[in-house]
């Protein structure tokens, strides 16, 4: 059997301006910097109107469940915005 290797994906996100981008990595930054599981671990950056998440995983489980969870987040920040 062949043993797996990481998971590692890049997901951009791209906003009307840079203040919108600002306060969604505001908000989602403890988050990656606390880490959600030992298993996966994101990084995030902020390039004016953008934010990349790059997230690494050790499995596709938990590579699957951090992609949903900040997918989740990014729409509850939308729908708050959005107010």
Sequence with gaps: MVPMQNIKAEVSFKFDNSRTAEIFFNSLQPESLNGLTDRSSTLMERMNDSIRFVIEAKDITAFRATL???LIWMRMLLSI???
Excluded: G, K
Aim: hydrophobic residues 15%; neutral net charge; glycine residues 0%.
């Design 68 to 70: 949903n969870s900040y």
């Design 81 to 83: 915005t959005s107010l």
